[in-house]
């Protein structure tokens, strides 16, 4: 896998005129990799984002996933949103299984995949429970099944524990750790969230406010196999130091 994403341009028709939003993007994700972008509210995340799962084009620039241009969503993607995106009418093993359907899979892989993503994520006893009965993490780790069950290329995934509270938050920024170390599953995440961001990638992409651009490249030299202790470390603090000063030095451009 190889998501490529080459001078991008993203402006907005807007009543006081265009409003640019993200300028000169060049980003790229590897097989198997943990990429993170972070940025002000306003810096074209989740446009950035929106535009990788093909729900919006870009206004000019390329993205690719292995050479292939996106021009709409596809099953090489699978999208997390913030908010839970479930069907509130049908269980838990239905919500998982409904992209499936979509794409055709037979009874039987369907009925297999539901299964093994399901214990995946640790929710098998909950297959027929209604999203209601569900927690907040809980939630989250059926939307993450129900992308993963279509085994896309990558994960793309907006702020997926933004409304979580801070313990759940812990508890499911672990759980995505583990897991992508199982799956090796390629994933970009944006969040505005540094500590959040520091400790779930292997690099980080530091927008600049409104229009947001690349301000900074940052490697995560912090071992792969992570657990809440590495947040205590001097490194983790200076590479968490290190974004938080590069956002602080950019402010947004004014909206007209
Ligand atoms: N469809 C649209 N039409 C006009 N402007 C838009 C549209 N979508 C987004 N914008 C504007 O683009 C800018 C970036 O929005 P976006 O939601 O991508 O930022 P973000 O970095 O994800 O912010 P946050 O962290 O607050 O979610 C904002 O100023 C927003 O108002």
Known sequence: MHLEITDLY????????????????NLHVETGEFVCVVGASGSGKSTLLRMVAGLDLPTTGLITVDDKTVVGPGPDRGMVF???????WMTVAKNVEFGLK?????????????????????????AKALPRELSGG????????????CQPKILLMDEPFGALD????????????????????????????????????????????????VQREIAVDLPSERTYLVKRESKFQQYQDEIMDLLRTTEAAPLA
């Open 138 to 149: 809980m939630k989250q780790r059926v939307a993450i099944a129900r992308a993963l069950a």
């Open 166 to 213: 801070v313990q759940t938050k812990e508890t499911m920024q672990q759980f995505l750790l583990n897991l992508w170390r199982q799956t090796g599953t390629s994933i970009l995440m944006i969040t505005h969230d540094v500590g959040e961001a520091v400790f779930l990638s292997q690099r980080v992409y530091v927008l600049t406010a409104r229009p947001g651009m």
């Open 10 to 25: 993203k402006s907005f028709p807007t009543q006081q005129g265009s409003l640019s939003v993200l300028e000169a993007i």
């Open 102 to 126: 979509l794409q055709g899979f037979s009874q039987k892989e369907r009925r297999d995949r539901v299964a093994y993503y399901l214990d995946v994520v640790g929710l098998t006893a909950f």
């Open 82 to 88: 913030q908010r839970y995106t479930l069907y509130p």
